[in-house]
């Protein structure tokens, strides 16, 4: 208990300002004490306005009060010393890099806990006690600690923007609704924001949320319908390949027994012509020789009696050597002919019915080899039409919201969730997919051709094509390229083109940049793994009147 009234014995003998232990104290005609140096340098800051109020309470004072050293109080102080507690409490929070900074603290300032919207000002623990006891403060409206408190005040007349021109759509305070917003239609900051949040919540979270579950709902039936079918198709063509394999092992065995088979028959005829021949050869033979021995007969009469019967019979005509087809080696040629014929007219058949056989557009079996000629690529060509919700307010759509031209006015787009708002660039209304590509022809001093995730940020400077890891950018000058990537910049060397070409194959993760002019010549490829649609767009950077746009390709 003892420490606890001596901390509080201190926080009641410290300056508000500096939180330090009071230095030659001094009292406001309102009743707060502060240091003489921290009041008047408060007070010195506020002399431009011709006002000066109490950092506490904000009662002002006019004319500036003449302060006195309260010597009563400057004594308590020093026997406050004596005890030793000059340090500063050590649950004090200072504010860091990234905080915001109570405004009324001197020296090292204290983090902010809360700012007040009427005061525009941030205040820590300490210095907000006031809002939270003093009637005058009461309807005070505190929120989160902000740097951007400076917004709320009219920059012509010093003011909180407390109402809203409708008829401009813009923020004003009260003295603008009776100057150049006279006659407008005119409400509340909080009466427009009531609406405009109904708005919100009723279009971004019952339709957009929706949609999205809807199309997130939609992917996922497509992903298992791809499984399913790929399932079904690897089941069956494993199915009509084993019965193709079946069929022509069970066509090799049919022929293989049907070539024995022929040639048992044809042996045996040749072997059973070759037996006959034979014996009609050795009855010759002995024939022959009867008839030799007959020649040698002296015996006139017995010569001519024994001739007519000895006389030998001609060879059968089965046998006869006219009558036998002798082809060596080239019986079955024919048939080996044949089976040459048929494998060929296979091989063609394959050949020619395989890229209907192959699911092409999801690349199951091979990923197809990048085209070598621009006739090639125009087998992907995809029309790419721009998205108005993106673009920047100095970007002008035309031709069909294929071409975007940079001026220096700022158009009064819609204050779209997916409008870039720090760089002039625009991105697809598609989400590209699978293989494609487009050509992107520019004019002016530079152009960033680009591709990016949808979900890319919309503001600040990580939002520009090639600083994030959303989104990959080739950079061309007028003389020379450079690819970006989360903020990794690559010297890229290729002729200079004002027409470019772009190749995406999505699946496989191959991302190419063209110079386009009578040849194509490669930029950059980068290979890498995509998991969301990319969207194509494009960022102008020089001077009015500069464009890009996206080419229709014949």
Same mark, same amino acid.
């Not at 920059?155 to 006279?182: G, P, Y």
């Not at 009466?191 to 405009?196: D, F, L, N, S, Y």
């Not at 089976?339 to 690349?363: F, H, I, M």
């Given at each position: 208990?003892?420490?606890?009234?001596?901390?509080?014995?201190?926080?009641?003998?410290?300056?508000?300002?500096?939180?330090?232990?009071?230095?030659?104290?001094?009292?406001?005609?309102?009743?707060?004490?502060?240091?003489?140096?921290?009041?008047?340098?408060?007070?010195?800051?506020?002399?431009?306005?011709?006002?000066?109020?109490?950092?506490?309470?904000?009662?002002?004072?006019?004319?500036?009060?003449?302060?006195?050293?309260?010597?009563?109080?400057?004594?308590?102080?020093?026997?406050?010393?004596?005890?030793?507690?000059?340090?500063?409490?050590?649950?004090?929070?200072?504010?860091?890099?990234?905080?915001?900074?109570? $405004?009324?603290?001197?020296?090292?300032?204290?983090?902010?806990?809360?700012?007040?919207?009427?005061?525009?000002?941030?205040?820590? $623990?300490?210095?907000?006690?006031?809002?939270?006891?003093?009637?005058?403060?009461?309807?005070?409206?505190?929120? !989160?600690?902000?740097?951007?408190?400076?917004?709320?005040?009219?920059?012509?007349?010093?003011?909180?923007?407390?109402?809203?021109?409708?008829?401009?759509?813009?923020?004003?305070?009260?003295?603008?609704?009776?100057?150049?917003?006279?006659?407008?239609?005119?409400?509340?900051?909080?009466?427009?924001?009531?609406?405009?949040?109904?708005?919100?919540?009723?279009?971004?979270?019952?339709?957009?949320?929706?949609?999205?579950?809807?199309?997130?709902?939609?992917?996922?039936? !497509?992903?298992?319908?791809?499984?399913?079918?790929?399932?079904?198709?690897?089941?069956?063509?494993?199915?009509?390949?084993?019965?193709?394999?079946?069929?022509?092992?069970?066509?090799?065995?049919?022929?293989?027994?049907?070539?024995?088979?022929?040639?048992?028959?044809?042996?045996?005829?040749?072997?059973?012509?070759?037996?006959?021949?034979?014996? !009609?050869?050795?009855?010759?033979?002995?024939?022959?020789?009867?008839?030799?021995?007959?020649?040698?007969?002296?015996?006139?009469?017995?010569?001519?009696?024994?001739?007519?019967?000895?006389?030998?019979?001609?060879?059968?005509?089965?046998?006869?050597?006219?009558?036998?087809?002798?082809?060596?080696?080239?019986?079955?040629?024919?048939?080996?002919?044949?089976?040459?014929?048929?494998? $060929?007219?296979?091989?063609?058949?394959?050949?020619?019915?395989?890229?209907?056989?192959?699911?092409?557009?999801?690349?199951?079996?091979?990923?197809?080899?990048?085209?070598?000629?621009?006739?090639?690529?125009?087998?992907?060509?995809?029309?790419?039409?721009?998205?108005?919700?993106?673009?920047?307010?100095?970007?002008?759509?035309? !031709?069909? *919201?294929?071409?975007?031209?940079?001026?220096?006015?700022?158009? *009064?787009?819609?204050?779209?969730?997916?409008?870039?708002?720090?760089?002039?660039?625009?991105?697809?209304?598609?989400?590209?997919?699978?293989?494609?590509?487009?050509?992107?022809?520019?004019?002016?001093?530079?152009?960033?051709?680009?591709?990016?995730?949808?979900?890319? *940020?919309?503001?600040?400077?990580?939002?520009?094509?090639?600083?994030?890891?959303?989104?990959?950018?080739?950079?061309?000058?007028?003389?020379?390229?450079?690819?970006?990537?989360?903020?990794?910049?690559?010297?890229?060397?290729?002729?200079?083109?004002?027409?470019?070409?772009?190749?995406?194959?999505?699946?496989?993760?191959?991302?190419?940049?063209?110079?386009?002019?009578?040849?194509?010549?490669?930029?950059?490829?980068?290979?890498?793994?995509?998991?969301?649609?990319?969207?194509?767009?494009?960022?102008?950077?020089?001077?009015?009147?500069?464009?890009?746009?996206?080419?229709?390709?014949?």
């Amino acid at each position: 208990m003892a420490q606890k009234g001596v901390q509080l014995d201190r926080e009641t003998f410290s300056c508000p300002i500096c939180l330090d232990l009071l230095k030659d104290p001094v009292a406001t005609p309102c009743g707060h004490s502060y240091c003489m140096k921290c009041i008047t340098g408060f007070w010195d800051g506020e002399d431009e306005k011709k006002l000066h109020s109490c950092p506490q309470c904000r009662q002002s004072f006019t004319p500036r009060p003449v302060l006195l050293k309260n010597t009563m109080l400057a004594a308590l102080v020093e026997e406050l010393k004596k005890t030793g507690l000059q340090a500063a409490p050590a649950d004090l929070c200072y504010a860091g890099a990234g905080d915001v900074a109570c $405004d009324f603290c001197t020296g090292r300032k204290l983090r902010a806990c809360k700012s007040c919207l009427q005061c525009v000002a941030s205040y820590c $623990d300490q210095h907000l006690q006031p809002h939270y006891e003093l009637p005058v403060f009461k309807k005070h409206k505190l929120v !989160e600690p902000s740097k951007k408190l400076q917004e709320n005040i009219c920059s012509r007349h010093d003011e909180v923007m407390k109402l809203f021109c409708r008829t401009d759509q813009q923020s004003i305070c009260s003295l603008c609704s009776v100057d150049e917003h006279k006659g407008h239609d005119t409400v509340s900051a909080a009466a427009e924001r009531t609406e405009r949040q109904r708005e919100l919540e009723g279009s971004r979270l019952n339709i957009q949320i929706q949609d999205g579950e809807k199309e997130v709902k939609l992917l996922q039936q !497509e992903v298992e319908a791809v499984n399913g079918s790929a399932d079904k198709a690897v089941e069956d063509s494993e199915k009509t390949f084993t019965e193709l394999i079946c069929l022509v092992e069970e066509r090799s065995s049919d022929v293989k027994q049907q070539l024995r088979s022929q040639q048992e028959r044809e042996v045996s005829r040749v072997r059973e012509l070759q037996e006959k021949l034979e014996q !009609e050869i050795s009855e010759l033979k002995r024939r022959d020789a009867e008839l030799e021995l007959l020649s040698h007969t002296e015996d006139h009469n017995q010569f001519l009696l024994s001739y007519p019967s000895s006389l030998p019979a001609p060879l059968s005509e089965a046998t006869h050597s006219s009558s036998t087809n002798i082809r060596p080696l080239s019986y079955f040629e024919d048939v080996t002919a044949a089976l040459s014929a048929v494998r $060929d007219k296979l091989q063609d058949a394959l050949r020619e019915e395989w890229t209907n056989v192959s699911p092409t557009e999801v690349d199951v079996l091979l990923s197809a080899a990048e085209p070598a000629t621009r006739a090639g690529f125009f087998r992907y060509s995809q029309e790419v039409t721009l998205d108005p919700n993106t673009a920047h307010t100095q970007l002008v759509l035309s !031709e069909g *919201s294929r071409k975007a031209t940079l001026i220096e006015q700022l158009q *009064s787009y819609s204050n779209h969730p997916d409008r870039f708002t720090e760089w002039p660039q625009v991105l697809s209304r598609e989400g590209l997919t699978g293989r494609c590509y487009w050509e992107v022809e520019w004019r002016g001093l530079a152009v960033y051709v680009a591709v990016s995730y949808k979900n890319i *940020s919309r503001a600040g400077r990580e939002s520009l094509f090639g600083l994030n890891d959303k989104s990959w950018s080739l950079v061309c000058n007028q003389n020379s390229y450079r690819f970006s990537y989360n903020s990794i910049h690559t010297p890229v060397s290729g002729p200079p083109s004002s027409r470019l070409g772009v190749y995406l194959d999505h699946r496989a993760g191959v991302l190419s940049f063209y110079s386009v002019s009578e040849t194509m010549t490669l930029l950059h490829r980068v290979q890498t793994t995509f998991t969301q649609p990319l969207h194509a767009g494009v960022y102008l950077y020089g001077d009015n009147g500069d464009t890009a746009e996206f080419c229709k390709l014949k």
